[in-house]
């Protein structure tokens, strides 16, 4: 496998091996050179766009280390200051001259021949790319990468007591599966007050992202940064109008279920009430399932997992824990969360998250997984562009692994038992996000439609929207200061807008990709892979078309797909 990653990294021909990326003035030579290469064929465009992408997966992999290293450890000030570094002195340059370079392959595509089937969705983004370039939102842009990470700060710093030891949020959600409902409420409620002591200091700082974002939304001719974020964001396949039908399936569909399954948790537990707290906890009482204990068995029983699906993908993740790209375990001053990112030069991802030993930390696992195991597949790929994947594609990567990956659990659990469960749990999961995606998607959409709202205007909207979803069954009397604020622990609002309702859809893709799976391996697996070969050189609808699956927002779609989760954790 050593051998496949040699092959596969990026052979640098154009940007010296030793290039020390300290300043602009380090790599502006590079762009020099492209800016005035003159162009006598296609041949001489295709040489000048993979310099272009080698130059391009040599910097943003220095981004990326910068940015995995700050987020590893918020407290290290030479790590944030090194990051800061590179946005607030090198990418406003580079930001200039790529729009120039835009202009001139723009220009040059008018005179030569080339495959015009082959580059279609790299032209397309590339037009759109300098339809929306402002010079004067650069410095804005600057500011704003600069305000995106204040959130991971804040919420890294967050941490609570519990039985005299100190815990991360994500370390004390661990006790709210306690089967000790007194203990479940306990530290639910100090984790939620824990947040509230930074709430009106994240109000203002997602009031200040709304005002600089919408800026940017007027210099680039937009009524407004949803309008303007659905172009950035590349979304050529759907509308809003589409976002809004979805919102309408999953409202008509999900609640219902949420309902017949609260009621039957209620029942089980013997509650009068149904509080938030009584949501993790297994709805028999019994202890929290425990997957794995240290970080080094999440990887074992991982790789385990992926070697039954198929050998290659495990050592895709051999690679890299022996390489070192990996970061799981859960710490204060650990940024939040859990990501893998793409690194175009070593064509090795690497894998972010916060382990605390429970269920959800295997799904982040094996979700990041399929980000990788994509990242692998696509690592031949010519340019970065075509391995820039939009979100749609790259989530249904990964949530199509969670769901895959299910039928090898037992390398996680010893029971049939802890299986079935941890199966329940998976599925219950599945039905709940898509509402919750939703809820954020709207919420964003209003956010942006009315940016001079107040922070009162502000709380009503989120009550009023999770109000269109709820099933009624869970009491929040005397919670509703929580309520209010509950968006905030959704760190897409902050730092990556509009990238969420991305999972909603491929959650559909994925519960569709699992059902050929179950249908038959052979095939599903030869469908995942043939999508997962394109990375981005086709439209999304073609690429979930050879994944076998529709890209589909109906009611009857939803409907069908969401009959057969149900249809499943009935069996269980």
Known sequence: MREYY???KLNRKFVAHDLCIDSWESIQPYYHKLEHREFASAKDVEIWLLQRSELDAVLEEELAWRYIKMNGDTKNEQYAQHFTAFVEHIEPHVAAVENRLDKKLLQALQLHEIDKKKYFVFIRALQKRDALFREKNIPIITELQKLEQKYGEIASQ??????????????????????????????????????????????????????????????????????????????????????????????????????????????????????PWDLDVDPDNLPPLAPFKTSQELIQKTIACLHEIKPLYAEYIKTMVAEGYV??????????????????????????????????????????????????????????????????????????????????????????????????????????????????????????????????????????????????????????HIKKASWQKQLHIFEVPFYYIEYGIAQLGAIALWRQYIQNREQALENYECFLRLGYTIPIPEIYAAAGIDFSFSLDYVTELIAFVQQKLEEL
């Open 327 to 480: 970061d799981l375990e859960s710490r204060i001053g650990k940024a939040p969360g859990g990501f893998n990112y793409p690194l175009y030069e070593s064509n090795i991802p690497f894998i972010f998250m916060n382990a605390a030993g429970t269920l959800h930390d295997v799904v982040t696992m094996l979700h990041e997984a399929g980000h990788a195991i994509h990242s692998c597949v696509t690592a031949e790929l010519p340019l970065v562009e075509f391995k820039n994947l939009p979100s749609e594609v790259a989530e249904l990567a990964s949530m199509s692994m969670e769901l895959i990956s299910m039928e090898h659990w037992h390398h996680f659990f010893d029971t049939d038992a802890e299986l079935k469960r941890a199966k329940r749990s998976q599925l219950e999961g599945v039905i709940s996000v898509l509402s919750w995606i939703v809820i954020i998607d709207k919420f964003q959409h209003w956010l942006y439609e009315n940016p001079q709202h107040t922070v009162a205007e502000r709380e009503k909207t989120w009550l009023n929207i999770l109000n269109d979803f709820d099933t009624k069954l869970v009491d929040w009397s005397d919670l509703m």
């Open 158 to 275: 967050m941490t609570v007591d519990v039985d005299g030891k100190t815990l991360t949020l994500q370390q004390a959600s661990v006790f709210l599966k306690h089967t000790n409902r007194d203990t479940r409420k306990k530290v639910f409620l100090q984790i939620q007050e824990r947040r509230l002591q930074d709430e009106q200091q994240l109000h203002s700082l997602l009031s200040e992202l709304i005002t600089k974002r919408h800026i940017c939304a007027l210099h680039a001719d937009f009524e407004n940064y949803r309008d303007y974020k659905f172009q950035d964001l590349g979304r050529f396949d759907y509308t809003k109008e589409d976002c809004f039908n979805f919102y309408d399936s999953i409202q008509k569909t999900i609640p219902p279920v949420l309902a017949y399954m609260y009621s039957k948790r209620k029942k089980s537990l013997q509650l009068a009430a149904l509080k």
């Open 6 to 8: 040699k092959k596969a």
